[in-house]
Structures are given as C-alpha cells and as structure tokens.
T-cell receptor, first 112, second 116 residues
C-alpha cells in the first residue's frame, strides 16, 4: 500500500540533543498523527494534528501540520534514553475512523 | 487515551493450524477496527478494515479466506489466520477509533505469531 516518505530512516544521537524528523506526501491529508513504537508493542499515539499550520506540543515533543497539508514534522527536545524507539508518522485523508497511511518509520537511538 | 486490548500477545503454533486473535475496545465503542501486519523493522501494512455487523474490507493482495475477520459487536473484532504456514509468521496489530469523527486511532499491543 501507499506509504508516506519519512526521514531520516534512523538516528543515533547523544543524550540531551534535539531530534527532528519529518514526513512528506505527494497528496493532501486532513489529519496527521505521530506514533512511537517500542519492541514487541503496538504504536502509542503521541500527537494528533487536524489543521494545516497547527503546531502542537506534548511535553518535550512538538509536531506541526504543514501548510500545504502534504507534510508534517516531529521535534523532540533534550532527548533522554527512554526516547529510544521507532517513530511513525501517519496520514488520514478523511474524517472519522478512516484508515491510516503510515510512513516507514524513524529508528531513534540515544547514547547516554 | 482510549484503551485497545489485544490477545494473545504471543502465539506459537504448528503449520496447518488456525489461530484466532482478539481485539477489544475497552472503554469505547468502535464501529470500525483495523488490522495491520508488521514485519521486523518495517512499517505497518493495513490488511483489512473490520466493520461491525458487515463484511470486512480487505486490502489488495490480502487473502480473505486466509485471514478471516469477524466484528460481531461494537467492542470486539477477531482475526483468524486459517491453516497457518511459516510465511504467516508476523506481528499482527489491531486499532480502533472512539466515536464518530474520531480521527485518533489507538492500537492494541500486538500479537507475535510464530508458525513452526
């Protein structure tokens, strides 16, 4: 199925550094979601974005819904070891329970 | 956030047997649930959309007779992998959204299926 273009594929950073990852698409989405997945677990919702230009924070995480509705980014400030995991962006075209299109994921490793 | 419970978390079975995976929305009703499959270090691939009281909608390339989906109530969907073979070994994850207009999808904790 179609996937979003998510980058980078992986990151290995020093504890305390800021992290940025993004997703782009050739088509418009009405909702962007960011998830974190740890090994052997299902994805956990981090941030949901509903409006073009929307900037939303959740603790040290900040995500934005691109103005063109074709992209989104996620920033993590002052990374800590427990930030380790795979981060997925997901786009949704419709409203109300429509299926998600996922990015390929960004593997984050943090060196303490 | 809303809670989606998935069971079992891990199952090992012999080739040729069938395996049933349950997905429950614990604190909300879900007319639609989704089933995903994930291979190691890869993204989630949608297999099918489970609709309460009607037939599931399968993605292209997913065998309906192989992956039977039943959504008998507003809080339960099941995925049965019939006559499982080693190539069916994978991580299966369900998700559900609370209420109408609920764009947020919450995921179960996944089921690791290993077929010997």
């Amino acid at each position: 199925g179609q996937q979003l273009n998510q980058s980078p594929q992986s990151m290995f950073i020093q504890e305390g550094e800021d992290v940025s990852m993004n997703c782009t698409s050739s088509s418009i989405f009405n909702t962007w979601l960011w998830y974190k997945q740890e090994p052997g677990e299902g994805p956990v919702l981090l941030i949901a974005l509903y409006k073009a230009g929307e900037l939303t924070s959740n603790g040290r995480l900040t995500a934005q819904f691109g103005i063109t509705r074709k992209d989104s980014f996620l920033n993590i400030s002052a990374s800590i070891p427990s930030d380790v995991g795979i981060y997925f962006c997901a786009g949704q075209r419709g409203r109300g329970g429509n299926k998600l299109v996922f990015g390929a994921g960004t593997i984050l490793r943090v060196k303490s | 956030g809303a809670v989606v419970s998935q069971h079992p978390s891990r199952v090992i079975c012999k080739s040729g047997t069938s395996v049933k995976i349950e997905c429950r929305s614990l604190d909300f009703q879900a007319t639609t649930m989704f089933w995903y499959r994930q291979f190691p270090k890869q993204s989630l691939m949608l297999m099918a959309t489970s609709n309460e009281g009607s037939k599931a909608t399968y993605e292209q390339g997913v065998e309906k007779d192989k992956f039977l989906i039943n959504h008998a109530s507003l809080t339960l969907s099941t995925l049965t992998v019939t006559s499982a073979h080693p190539e069916d070994s994978s991580f299966y994850i369900c998700s559900a959204s609370p209420g109408t207009g609920g764009e947020k999808l919450f995921f179960g904790s996944g089921t690791q299926l290993s077929v010997l």
